[in-house]
């Protein structure tokens, strides 16, 4: 068994994601069937010692028969009226789910803003952290109904890898209805089955195509928690729901995606998944060249404009002039001063601006 898989089945703190694939179906809705034996799973995993946090996706899938619908909302109003009927169904099952162990359930709904704001961070954490020790199992969803289009996580893979890396989990576990990654959506023919990812060479070729009626990200967005999953240290397991007991236990089921060896820092996996950046700095070929192949620091010379309202120690994008974003940073000036600054050498600048707009080691390439 591959190194990631013992560390998988090892860990002391798991997060668990379930997709709405894995649970919902469009005639039935939520099957409770398949809740308890995921229950089961976690409840055998939580026996053995590991706390896990489950993120569950599903409400809008629970929300749709209830209001007559039948089909996935598209637009944002009924999306959310679906997940506000939904979530309660979703929180109820699954606390019935683990009241066959006298289990407590807490609910906690985030959005990416909860994230992404420290103090609130700090709160969630809180949360998450005192549920655990009292023995409870944390179920966690995006907070659908205040969530605004620009708010959303996007999808609760995402979701899934922040929370593990909020919590200090050990390993990150994807149930989907798909049994783990192929080279092509093998819904739609003869595709081959992936079993390790331990670089992104590994993913040259691979086609990752969308989700089914109910999931959100389709494969893009579970190969995309998995790489902000493998920057924080965290390794993934993808396997189909229907094997839960087995990638609980011995994780000798699907596709296991090593964590990267150079794991980014606290603060720099902070500025590289930021919710949201508050702002860009415009910078011309030779910048580009001086931030993404050399790391040197921004200086006010290689920047062409500036866009949004960000003040100094805000996220900003990094934008080459073709658009492409190449990095983002922890910005050392607020806009109202970078305006009159750029485009100068730092030399014919006054003293007190001498720093560097952004700091090699506040800088991450994307
Ligand atoms: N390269 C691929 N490998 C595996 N599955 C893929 C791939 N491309 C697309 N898929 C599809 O992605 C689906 C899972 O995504 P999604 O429906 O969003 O699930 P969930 O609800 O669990 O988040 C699977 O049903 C599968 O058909
Ligand atoms: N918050 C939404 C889930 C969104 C989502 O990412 O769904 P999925 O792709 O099935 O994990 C819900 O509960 O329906």
């Known amino acids: 068994m591959s190194d990631t898989r013992e560390v998988i089945s090892d860990a002391r703190s798991v997060v668990v994601k379930i997709g709405s694939s894995a649970i919902t179906s469009l005639v039935g809705g939520l099957d409770r069937g398949r809740l308890d034996r995921l229950a089961d799973a976690i409840e055998s995993r939580m026996q053995a010692g590991s706390s896990v946090v489950v993120v569950s996706s599903g409400a809008v899938g629970a929300g749709l028969a209830p209001l007559g619908l039948t089909t996935r909302p598209r637009d944002l109003a009924t999306k959310q009226a679906a997940a506000s009927v939904g979530q309660l169904a979703l929180a109820h099952a699954w606390g019935t789910s683990f009241a066959r162990y006298d289990r407590a359930v807490g609910q906690v709904l985030l959005t990416a803003d909860d994230i992404a ?98 999931g959100t990200g389709g494969m893009a967005s579970k190969l995309s928690a998995a790489r902000l999953a ?26 296991a995606f090593s964590p990267r060896p150079d794991r980014l820092s606290a603060r720099l996996f902070w500025v590289r998944h930021a919710a949201d950046t ?70 014919s600048l006054p003293a007190d601006l001498h720093r560097p707009v952004v700091h090699a080691d506040d800088l991450v390439r994307i």
């Not at 909020?166 to 990654?181: K, Q, R």
């Not at 729901?241 to 699907?254: F, H, Q």
């Open 278 to 347: 508050h702002g860009a700095l415009h910078l011309d070929e030779g910048a580009v060249r001086a931030v993404v192949d050399r790391r040197r620091s921004l200086l006010p010379a290689g920047i062409t404009g500036t866009s949004g309202n960000f003040h100094a120690g805000d996220v900003v994008a990094l934008v080459a002039p073709d658009g492409r974003t190449v990095a983002r940073g922890v910005v050392a000036y607020d806009v109202t001063e970078l305006d009159f600054m750029i485009g100068f050498s730092t030399r």
């Open 117 to 214: 704001r420290r103090i609130q961070h700090r709160n969630a954490q809180r949360t998450l952290d005192r549920l655990r020790s009292l023995g409870a199992v944390p179920v966690v969803n995006e907070n659908d109904t205040v969530a605004t289009a620009e708010l959303r996580f996007g999808d609760n893979d995402r979701l899934a890898a922040l929370v593990a890396h909020l919590v200090g989990a050990e390993a990150l576990i994807l149930l989907s209805d798909v049994d783990g990654l192929y080279d092509g959506d093998p819904r739609k023919g003869a595709a081959h089955f992936i079993p390790e990812v331990t670089s992104p060479e590994d993913l040259d070729g691979v086609v990752a195509g969308s989700g089914g009626a109910l």
């Open 230 to 255: 493998a920057d924080s240290g965290v390794p993934v397991l993808l396997a189909a729901a229907s094997d839960a007991a087995r990638a609980l236990t011995t994780a000798d089921v699907g596709t």
